[in-house]
């Protein structure tokens, strides 16, 4: 069985890392509870923010990963709290971005989650153009490797830190 295309992406994002910052990955998916009372399986969802952060450059960096196919990135690959959570963050040592690579396309940009927040607010649309992450984002070069890809997140890193300073 092949593996979702959103998990490789995670995977080769961590990948991606210098190993001189910090990675970790939330811990996500459904848990079952048994209640011995009831004899009930009650079931419930985390609800993470984000799926990972990296502390790169002295910036705390809440990353929410998406992978799509096409030219569009649809609202419903978005959920709600994610955008909500991040969007709130307000704190200049910490950066909440969307990551979002058009796999089929070969572009991965990384944008900031209150920009991603107005547009979707503002929409007449279902879905976020790549047009639109690529002039109001950061490019994240992909370098391809045999089959698998290989991030240059230190474009990202720097410039975020620089436009701080």
């Not at 080769?12 to 001189?20: A, L, P, R, T």
């Not at 048994?34 to 809440?62: G, P, S, T, W, Y």
Request: charged share 30%; proline share 2%; net charge positive.
């Amino acid at each position: 069985m092949s593996k979702n295309i959103g998990k490789v992406f995670e995977e080769e994002f961590k990948g991606s890392v210098n190993k001189e910052h910090f990675y970790y990955r939330f811990k996500d998916g459904t848990a079952a509870y048994n209640k011995d009372i009831e004899n009930k399986n009650i079931r419930f969802q985390a609800k993470n923010i984000c799926d990972c952060q990296v502390m790169a450059r002295d910036k705390l960096f809440l990353l929410e990963l998406k992978n799509t196919k096409g030219a569009s990135l649809p609202f419903t690959n978005i959920k709600a709290n994610q955008v909500e959570g991040l969007s709130n963050i307000n704190h200049n040592k910490i950066k909440a971005y969307f990551i979002v690579c058009f796999r089929d396309k070969e572009k991965c940009y990384a944008v900031e989650a209150k920009l991603v927040k107005y547009f979707i607010d503002k929409a007449t649309s279902r879905s976020i153009p790549q047009a639109w992450f690529k002039s109001n984002g950061i490019e994240i070069p992909m370098i391809k490797k045999r089959v698998r890809y290989k991030y240059d997140l230190e474009l990202l890193f720097r410039e975020v830190v620089e436009s701080d300073n």
